[in-house]
């Protein structure tokens, strides 16, 4: 995600997403009301025939929907402002549909914690997600994964022959470089390939430093190619995974909670009642909130605007995955405190 320019003033930022994940931040941030622009194609008649024409148009948002099987945000609304006007009809309503690479203005009332969320999103972006390996039984490709797309570093390659007495010998000096790799950063790997070369080396790393297999995914995909990276776009594995590394995060938070609740150590509430007692207390270190319930709810908002004025961690947990269930069961809302209410 790249924030071109924000005016906290008028409300304006300008931002372009980059990855899958950066359209999920923004479903979650744009609410009915708010305004945004973007450059996209508008249906034009043209006596009996209708064609398709380039504008810039600017709609009041009344839905927001990240379209995962199209990998596209689309926000709906009616066009308040568009150019060129002849194209342009003001009050008619149009579907922006917005994909990775393509930037867009957002104009609104920004909360805090809606502009750190895309503060933080844009910091991440800058990291290294996942890394990858395609091999064979011959080289071995490595790649990171970043916002921008995939940053291919280093191959390696085998010098054996299945007919030299030294294979043995070779393949395990080959399958020790690779694992080095692994070994030498802590990101979480994917690592793929054709044939029996990826179980092999999943078979090597077992016997010698099992503990890396926590982080390494194992696929397959038809070549040790660039071309094997991008099957693991188009086949699902980078989204998958990704979503993944953001519910254990998730989960990690909401199995700390269930413990300081099941404890009774009064360093956990839940439930917008106890949550505002404690925000109006300054007594709050980290809020969870899940993210219909604050999209929604004027109350939780204005707890969570309280919590994030007093400089708690702000916490917004994907309704869709196993934690947001557990918070929901939970009453939507919890906090994690400095320390204990008084009764």
Do not use: C
């Not at 209708?50 to 066009?79: D, Y």
């Not at 044939?195 to 926590?214: S, T």
């Not at 693991?232 to 995060?249: D, H, P, Q, Y």
Request: zero cysteines.
């Amino acid at each position: 995600m790249k924030i071109i320019h924000f005016e906290r003033k008028t409300g304006e930022l300008k931002i372009q997403p980059d990855t899958l994940d950066d359209l999920w931040h923004l479903e979650k941030v744009i609410a009915p009301g708010d305004e945004v622009e973007a450059h996209t194609l508008r249906t034009y008649k043209v006596g009996t025939k209708e064609e398709k024409k380039s504008v810039t148009i600017r709609v009041k948002a009344e839905r927001v929907e990240f379209a995962k099987n199209a990998n596209r945000l689309r926000i709906l609304g009616p066009i308040v402002w568009g150019e060129p006007e002849d194209y342009v009809q003001l009050g008619k309503y149009h579907t922006i549909d917005i994909g990775t690479g393509e930037r867009l203005k957002i104009t609104k009332e920004w909360k805090n914690h809606e502009v750190k969320r895309l503060q933080d999103a844009e910091k991440e972006s800058r990291r290294p997600r996942i890394r990858i390996i395609v091999l064979d039984e011959e080289k071995a490709l490595t790649g990171i994964l970043r916002a921008a797309g995939v940053e291919y570093g280093p191959e390696f390659y085998s010098s054996g022959s299945k007919r030299d007495e030294n294979y043995e010998k070779t393949k395990s000096e080959y399958f020790g470089t690779v694992m080095a790799e692994v070994e030498r950063h802590p990101e979480k790997y994917i690592i793929a390939g054709p044939g029996f070369a990826k179980d092999n080396l999943k078979a090597f790393i077992a016997k010698r430093k099992p503990e890396l297999l926590k982080r390494i995914v194992f696929e397959s995909v038809s070549y040790a190619e660039r071309s094997g990276v991008n099957e693991l776009f188009t086949n699902g594995v980078i989204e998958r995974i990704m979503g993944e590394e953001r519910s254990a995060k998730e989960m990690k938070l909401m199995d700390e909670l269930l413990t300081q609740v099941y404890r009774d150590t009064g360093k956990a509430v839940y439930g917008i009642g106890e949550v505002k007692k404690a925000a109006d207390a300054f007594a709050i270190e980290r809020l969870l909130v899940l993210d219909e319930f604050l999209r929604k709810d004027k109350e939780a908002e204005a707890v969570v605007d309280a919590a994030d004025r007093n400089r708690a961690e702000i916490v917004v947990v994907t309704s869709e995955g196993d934690a947001g269930a557990k918070l929901k069961g939970f009453g939507k809302i919890a906090a994690f405190l400095k320390f204990k209410l008084r009764e």
